[in-house]
């Protein structure tokens, strides 16, 4: 087979689809006016925005008024956990998260715990990365004031029983807020039935331009405001306008609800394919993360007896793009803290990688990953004086 370039890591992006730029482009040139302003060019940025707005809040049966811009699933990450810890603090100072949170939240709980005096309870997870509801509910006390627990993890694709945590949280009297960066435009979310009150959501992960997210806030929510300055956003988050990406995050969340059933079907059966191929082909392999529960596009293997970054290397080489964890943690040494809390030995989890598959994946694609991945594993295994002693027990 001829040598592809085949991208596998749609999990740490997307690229923006035509019709979400061609959608964008007018908003760079023609009508480029500031949101605030009077005049007709003021009026123009603002109808789009109001527009996108509603895409937005479409696709998770929201109200507009309910969706807040943000510059993506990060701010969004700690706009929620900031401003609900500050505005509930006189309340209580205790924050119920989970060991596998992407670091947007891992991170701003270090931040509220060294600088502000709150104590935060990291959740365990269990071997395919769920949390247990009993465990929610035995942590969550006097002093509680919010919950927060991811959608779906962007490294094994688990998704969390999201209705359950947030029936738990509503019968306590305590704010949920879920990090759906992952999950929002990937599968179907309506918060309506998940008593969810804070939702992080991005644009990037789901065929739209970087660098624009929102913030779902239920109305009546208390919360500060994190960006002070102007009246953008009702006063919430200040900041002129990022139009053009705006209106293209509103497209690309149009497009994602319109397709989601088939979006949805196409990716699990490339999903199968890739995993049940792979298992095949490949012994001394486990699937990391749930089966039954997951994100559609996401596969993560850990191949015993090599290291994942030898991976990544030899599988550029053969045009492949894939990823051994999260994007942001690639390039450190530490084994992914998702798979240590999910159990995985250090040995194991450093064989691990993540292909992640989207929109433009095709059968071909995934015949090629078949095709190659089994002898990029070998020959790395070869290296390996423990795979020796495991096939010759093995005989
Ligand atoms: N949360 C999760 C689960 C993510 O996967 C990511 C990005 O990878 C983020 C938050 C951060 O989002 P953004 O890149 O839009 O800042």
Same mark, same amino acid.
């Given at each position: 087979?001829?040598?592809?370039?085949?991208?596998?890591?749609?999990?740490?992006?997307?690229?923006?689809?035509?019709?979400?730029?061609?959608?964008?482009?007018?908003?760079?040139?023609?009508?480029?006016?500031?949101?605030?302003?009077?005049?007709?060019? @003021?009026?123009?940025?603002?109808?789009?925005?109001? +527009?996108?707005?509603?895409?937005?809040?479409?696709?998770?049966?929201?109200?507009?008024?309910?969706?807040?811009?943000?510059?993506?699933?990060?701010? /969004?990450?700690?706009?929620?956990?900031?401003?609900?810890?500050?505005?509930?603090?006189?309340?209580?100072?205790?924050?119920?998260?989970?060991?596998?949170?992407?670091?947007?939240?891992?991170?701003?709980?270090?931040?509220?715990?060294?600088?502000?005096?709150?104590? &935060?309870?990291?959740?365990?997870?269990?071997?395919?990365?769920?949390? /247990?509801?009993?465990?929610?509910? =035995?942590?969550?006390?006097?002093?509680?004031?919010?919950? /927060?627990?991811?959608?779906?993890?962007?490294?094994?694709?688990?998704?969390?029983?999201?209705?359950?945590?947030?029936?738990?949280?509503?019968?306590?009297?305590?704010?949920?807020?879920?990090?759906?960066?992952?999950?929002?435009?990937?599968?179907?979310?309506?918060?309506?039935?998940?008593?969810?009150?804070?939702?992080?959501?991005?644009?990037?992960?789901?065929?739209?331009? +970087?660098?624009?997210?929102?913030?779902?806030?239920?109305?009546?929510?208390? &919360?500060?405001?994190?960006?002070?300055?102007?009246?953008?956003?009702?006063?919430?988050?200040?900041?002129?306008?990022?139009?053009?990406?705006?209106?293209?995050? @509103?497209?690309?969340?149009?497009?994602?609800?319109? =397709?989601?059933?088939?979006?949805?079907?196409?990716?699990?059966?490339?999903?199968?394919?890739?995993?049940?191929?792979?298992?095949?082909?490949?012994?001394?392999?486990?699937?990391?993360?749930?089966?039954?529960?997951?994100?559609?596009?996401?596969?993560?293997?850990?191949?015993?007896?090599?290291?994942?970054? @030898?991976?990544?290397?030899?599988?550029?080489?053969? @045009?492949?793009?894939?990823?051994?964890?999260?994007?942001?943690?690639?390039?450190?040494?530490?084994? /992914?803290?998702?798979?240590?809390?999910?159990?995985?030995?250090?040995?194991?989890?450093?064989?691990?990688?993540?292909?992640?598959?989207?929109?433009?994946?095709?059968?071909?694609?995934?015949?090629?990953?078949?095709?190659?991945?089994?002898?990029?594993?070998?020959?790395?295994?070869?290296?390996?004086?423990?795979?020796?002693?495991?096939? =010759?027990?093995?005989?």
């Amino acid at each position: 087979m001829e040598k592809r370039r085949l991208y596998m890591d749609y999990s740490a992006t997307t690229p923006v689809k035509k019709e979400v730029l061609d959608e964008m482009m007018p908003y760079l040139t023609d009508y480029f006016g500031n949101a605030s302003s009077f005049h007709t060019f @003021g009026r123009e940025a603002k109808n789009a925005l109001d +527009k996108a707005r509603e895409q937005v809040a479409n696709l998770i049966n929201a109200k507009p008024s309910e969706i807040y811009f943000t510059a993506g699933g990060t701010e /969004s990450d700690n706009w929620a956990l900031e401003g609900v810890a500050f505005a509930h603090k006189e309340k209580g100072n205790h924050i119920i998260t989970s060991k596998i949170e992407h670091h947007a939240i891992l991170h701003t709980c270090e931040y509220l715990e060294k600088n502000h005096g709150f104590e &935060i309870t990291y959740l365990d997870v269990d071997s395919e990365g769920r949390i /247990s509801l009993e465990d929610l509910e =035995n942590a969550i006390k006097d002093t509680t004031i919010l919950v /927060s627990i991811m959608f779906a993890n962007n490294e094994i694709g688990t998704v969390q029983s999201i209705k359950e945590i947030g029936e738990i949280a509503k019968k306590h009297g305590v704010l949920f807020h879920t990090d759906a960066v992952q999950a929002a435009g990937n599968i179907l979310i309506d918060v309506k039935e998940l008593n969810v009150d804070l939702m992080s959501m991005s644009s990037h992960k789901i065929y739209g331009p +970087k660098g624009i997210g929102a913030l779902y806030i239920k109305t009546g929510t208390k &919360i500060h405001t994190f960006v002070h300055g102007g009246a953008q956003e009702r006063r919430r988050r200040a900041g002129t306008e990022n139009i053009p990406s705006i209106v293209g995050y @509103g497209k690309a969340t149009e497009i994602a609800k319109a =397709n989601m059933e088939n979006h949805i079907q196409t990716l699990t059966t490339l999903r199968k394919k890739l995993i049940d191929g792979i298992l095949e082909r490949i012994p001394y392999t486990r699937v990391n993360g749930s089966l039954t529960d997951r994100l559609p596009g996401n596969v993560n293997f850990s191949f015993e007896f090599i290291e994942g970054e @030898g991976i990544l290397l030899m599988l550029d080489m053969l @045009g492949i793009a894939a990823s051994s964890g999260s994007a942001c943690t690639s390039g450190s040494l530490d084994p /992914s803290h998702v798979l240590m809390a999910i159990g995985l030995p250090h040995e194991i989890a450093h064989g691990s990688l993540r292909l992640t598959i989207g929109d433009f994946t095709t059968e071909e694609d995934i015949d090629y990953i078949l095709e190659n991945l089994p002898a990029v594993i070998e020959r790395l295994r070869s290296m390996s004086p423990l795979y020796d002693a495991a096939k =010759n027990e093995r005989k």
